[in-house]
């Protein structure tokens, strides 16, 4: 088979859609005849060397302007340019190279490929949605104590026309499946495919080290508990925490935090660090934790990049007992689960893996087996056994 992947994020660039994207279109390249990843135009040249990871020659990246405001003449948020400039490129792609599906992740751009394939101006278009957009746009206005009503109702509109429209879905996990199941209108095709791990990096991670840090790697969304951690670490004392991401505003909410609750001497804020280089951070953990809260993102459609990078690293890992994790993880077998949002446990889960280091082990070789089963090249593979039924649909 061969498709198009088409997404407006800039190639390469830090944001963890980005690094998803082309993880799962080099996971495709090994199984398709050719993947063209259609995306924007970033400042780094050289995604290859900035993901760590190698480009197949079958996989084409084709980086299309994005007309952000530095370009003068346009709204910072208009990514109309990009849709038309992607569209004319798939077309030519269908024409030139025999493109027969196209794959967004991107909600605007799903919408505006759909009405041209309504046209018939295009293959089937299949959409890999990462959440419902309305609720987590409603749950994220209500913590900021905002009034949407009516954006949330053309956001709905929009999510409604994408969901009936394709010609199939793919998503991160069963909650996620089961919900747009249920409350949309779909064709009935849709493929659960978490997301998954390159395996070449993890080999030169060390053995593990029984006094390193606790780490925890990723972004500070308020969803994702990082300050839960941190109220954590004032019932576990001696611990020492690195926190390895987070964009400067949040690294400076969470540094205040810190500084409030007594902990900022033991707290490293190592901010972000490109893909390659990962692993250093985690070879040098003696846990890695997931404290994820209990938001809907978290508890219906999260499939953590960080999870199966920890998992492949061969480290123990405490993380919160939720739906999307217990899809990957087992409490007692390949992590300890604790109640979500809730810094004494947290604190206790680490201090007993510190302690029992037999445990420790047991577990981190465990997650390191069962991390197997999540790869790109797995991902990968999935979703292009998918597309072809979608295909011959």
Not at 134 to 160: C, I, S
Not at 214 to 243: D, S
Not at 320 to 345: F, K
Request: charged fraction near 20%.
């Amino acid at each position: 088979m061969r498709l198009a992947y088409v997404d407006p994020q800039a190639y390469p660039s830090a944001a963890p859609e980005s690094l998803q994207t082309f993880h799962t279109c080099v996971g495709l390249a090994a199984h398709a005849e050719g993947v063209w990843l259609v995306g924007g135009r970033g400042s780094m040249p050289d995604a290859e060397a900035y993901y760590g990871v190698r480009q197949p020659a079958n996989l084409v990246l084709l980086r299309l302007p994005r007309f952000r405001r530095e370009q003068g003449w346009v709204r910072p948020s208009w990514t109309a340019p990009f849709h038309f400039l992607a569209l004319a490129t798939v077309r030519r792609l269908v024409h030139d190279e025999g493109i027969e599906v196209v794959l967004i992740r991107n909600l605007k751009v799903a919408r505006f490929f759909l009405r041209a394939h309504r046209r018939r101006a295009l293959p089937p278009v299949v959409f890999e949605s990462h959440q419902v957009f309305a609720d987590t746009f409603r749950e994220e206005a209500a913590r900021q104590g905002r009034d949407v009503a009516g954006k949330l109702r053309r956001l709905a509109a929009l999510e409604a026309e994408v969901y009936r429209e394709a010609a199939g879905l793919i998503v991160l996990t069963h909650q996620l499946a089961a919900i747009l199941g249920e409350r949309f209108a779909t064709r009935g095709l849709i493929q659960v495919a978490p997301d998954g791990v390159d395996l070449r990096g993890p080999l030169s991670v060390a053995a593990n080290a029984a006094d390193g840090p606790v780490t925890y790697l990723g972004n500070f969304h308020p969803w994702k508990g990082v300050e839960v951690l941190v109220r954590a670490m004032t019932h576990a004392p001696g611990i020492r925490l690195a926190l390895v991401g987070g964009e400067s505003g949040a690294r400076a909410r969470i540094a205040a935090l810190a500084r409030e609750l007594g902990v900022s001497g033991r707290v490293r804020f190592v901010g972000p660090v490109p893909p390659s280089t990962r692993w250093r951070y985690l070879a040098e953990a003696s846990v890695c934790v997931l404290p994820l809260t209990r938001s809907v993102f978290g508890t219906s459609f999260t499939s953590p990049l960080k999870l199966f990078e920890y998992m492949a690293a061969a480290r123990p890992i405490v993380a919160s007992d939720l739906p999307t994790l217990r899809e990957v993880l087992r409490d007692g077998e390949n992590a300890l689960l604790v109640p979500p949002e809730d810094p004494p446990a947290l604190a206790a889960a680490i201090q007993r893996l510190q302690s029992d280091r037999a445990l420790a082990e047991r577990l981190a070789a465990r997650a390191a087996q069962d991390v197997r089963a999540y790869t790109w090249d797995t991902r990968g593979k999935r979703i292009l056994e998918f597309l072809l039924t979608v295909g011959a649909a």
